[in-house]
């Protein structure tokens, strides 16, 4: 272990970018964090600004190796949102477009069109990913079309599309290095996942020319070095590359099959370690978890439209001043919901249902109902959706795990981790750490730059954790989740969705 040696670890957010600079002792020296504004230009459009979201990234690493003194770092890495894709000038580096995120849902007419054609089940054999404009594939392919002779143009090597780690590669490098990982990749529905390389029938199916594309590199390992990239300055490496879910997974230390991990974010993500890709039958997602000296761990995930982002959602319903804690108080003064359930589909559901016409709904309601009802319903709602995709975790891997991991901004809350350790009737084990996911891309480029010397050094690192036990009886448990999947199969216009998981 090399003691004097310190880590810049960025983590590209759709909310948030942050930086930490991190230690051999995986103690954070210094932090920075900018706001991000994410833009809606016509309903169901989410984007951002490319360019805007280098500038914030330049910003934090500068502030936080000022607060550490102004010393490069011997390391450097990132985390980011994933699935949002930028298409930039190969000449000029300059943007072509906005950053569509994930959450966009415009190119949802191609995503039917593919299905019409019966592609389905040949994509998710091939990427392990149903169709879905979640995905990074279909919005590379609007953004290319949306220039004039855009195809012409990334055909002939002028365009460079990536997800987010290539769009900042290529700005720490000044253009030298195009380049994404593995994890990244997997969620683009343009790799192959038992191979990890493009496709070419996948590229044809999605109109994505080879020409655009990223070389794709481990989560672990050197990518390139800086070029003038702030304080920084030349040559430093960058080392560890991952998507953020991912790099939460990795910083919960789990390492092994079985361990799962819920982020409760604006959406969540529950991913879990498996020997292999696995096949889902129940909605979920094969994936890369990481790559990191040796073959490709993999993984198991279901992806949440609308969790935490919930709270925020009904606080501003109700017109609170701050919505989402000012929600979470009225939730707190309040032992149940009266029998109100809130099914959060405003943007449809996500995992394991795969809905885009599904729309909210709230059911339940009686004359007793309060304000304090529906906030504790729109908790709750975080809590059974995630029983939704652990439960069809469970059924696609025959195994059960002891517990759930958990982490991310609305884990903060511990009537909802309380809530969840009771639906789940397993205990939850939060991670105290509000910047997993930039802790795990440090323990990767720290295991690249020979900081770390293997996996048995980062399990000996402090994890600051905090454990809730259920405390619910079997039938209060399976009645409240029973009334769940009657307002979830009200939300579908299907009353037998109770049954799908079975």
Not at 145 to 165: F, H, K, Y
Not at 340 to 347: C, E, F, G, I, T
Request: glycine letters at 12%; a negative charge; one cysteine or more.
């Amino acid at each position: 272990m090399l003691s004097a040696a310190r880590i810049l670890s960025i983590d590209q957010g759709t909310t948030n970018t942050k930086a930490l600079l991190v230690d051999a002792r995986g103690a954070v020296l210094a932090r920075a964090s900018r706001p991000m504004t994410v833009q809606c230009p016509r309903p169901g459009w989410i984007q951002q600004d490319a360019g805007a979201i280098w500038q914030a990234v330049q910003a934090v690493m500068d502030e936080c190796l000022e607060a550490a003194g102004g010393a490069p770092p011997a390391a450097i890495a990132v985390s980011n949102q994933r699935e949002s894709v930028i298409v930039w000038n190969r000449k000029t580096g300059e943007p072509c477009g906005p950053c569509v995120i994930w959450q966009c849902r415009r190119t949802a007419p191609f995503c039917a069109e593919l299905r019409q054609r019966g592609l389905e089940p040949a994509i998710r054999r091939k990427t392990g990913l149903g169709i879905d404009p979640l995905f990074s594939a279909s919005k590379a392919a609007w953004l290319i079309d949306q220039l004039p002779d855009g195809r012409a143009m990334a055909e002939g090597g002028e365009l460079c599309m990536g997800t987010v780690d290539s769009w900042l590669l290529w700005n720490l490098t000044k253009g030298a290095v195009h380049a994404c990982d593995t994890t990244n990749a997997s969620r683009t529905q343009l790799m192959e996942l038992g191979r990890l390389a493009w496709d070419d029938e996948l590229l044809e199916w999605f109109g994505v020319p080879r020409a655009v594309l990223p070389a794709i590199q481990p989560s672990s390992g050197v990518f390139g070095t800086t070029a003038g990239a702030g304080r920084c300055g030349d040559g430093v490496p960058i080392c560890g590359v991952i998507g953020d879910s991912h790099a939460a997974l990795f910083a919960h230390a789990a390492f092994r099959p079985r361990a799962t991990k819920a982020t409760y974010g604006t959406g969540s993500s529950l991913m879990r370690a498996t020997e292999g890709p696995v096949s889902s039958s129940h909605g979920l997602s094969a994936t890369v978890a990481w790559s990191a000296g040796g073959p490709a761990q993999y993984g198991i995930e279901g992806n949440i439209t609308l969790s935490g982002g919930t709270m925020q959602w009904t606080g501003e319903l109700l017109g609170l001043g701050d919505p989402a804690a000012d929600l979470a108080g009225m939730a707190a003064g309040k032992d149940d919901s009266g029998g109100v359930y809130l099914v959060p589909a405003m943007a449809g559901l996500g995992a394991p249902y795969w809905r885009d016409d599904a729309r909210g709904l709230i059911t339940g309601l009686t004359r007793g109902t309060t304000a304090g009802h529906l906030a504790r319903a729109a908790l709750e709602s975080i809590a059974f959706q995630v029983r939704d995709v652990f439960d069809a975790m469970t059924l696609d891997t025959g195994e059960e795990p002891e517990m759930l991991l958990a982490d991310g901004g609305a884990s903060r809350n511990d009537q909802l981790m309380q809530f969840q350790a009771d639906i789940l009737g397993r205990p939850v084990v939060r991670n105290l750490s509000l910047d997993l996911s930039a802790m795990g891309a440090a323990w990767l480029a720290g295991l690249a730059a020979g900081v770390w010397k293997g996996i048995g050094d980062l399990e000996q690192l402090p994890r600051q954790e905090q454990r809730f036990e259920p405390q619910m009886s079997e039938a209060d448990r399976q009645r409240l989740y029973a009334g769940w999947r009657d307002a979830v199969a009200r939300t579908l216009g299907d009353f037998k969705t109770r049954e799908m998981a079975t």
